[in-house]
Nanobody
């Protein structure tokens, strides 16, 4: 099992920045990839960004490319991933969830491709 805990959300003005953290514990050695999703009220959960440990490959949704950056802790212990969010817009307002998968998977952008989820952290961008 892998446990995920997000932190770093809050209220920010449009154009501002927020850094989210996702701390993983448990069988982190088995983690193949980690990702961030978000869900706004009344909307489906949508993919934001993913990080694949094998090769250090990153993926981004078109809506956040150039503004968000996913990264990992430097010790490569698969313990923590970050999401640096810059140039925030009101439409970025959502609950942001961290996710992890502990098996090799070709896909990275659908919620059902991940096995473990955090509880979510609210990010609110005011205009």
């Amino acid at each position: 099992q892998v446990q995920l805990v997000e932190s770093g959300g809050g209220l920010v003005q449009a154009g501002g920045s927020v850094r989210l953290s996702c701390a993983a514990s448990g069988r982190t050695f088995s983690v193949y990839a980690m990702a961030w999703f978000r869900q706004a009220p009344g909307k489906e959960r949508e993919f934001v960004s993913a990080f694949r440990w094998s090769g250090g490959i990153t993926y981004y949704a078109d809506s956040v490319k150039g503004r968000f950056t996913i990264s990992r802790d430097n010790n490569n212990a698969k313990n923590t991933v970050y999401l640096q969010m810059n140039s925030l817009k009101p439409e970025d307002t959502a609950v942001y969830f961290c996710a992890a998968v502990a098996r090799i998977s070709r896909g990275y952008s659908r919620p059902n491709e991940y096995d473990y989820w955090g509880q979510g952290t609210q990010v609110t961008v005011s205009s």
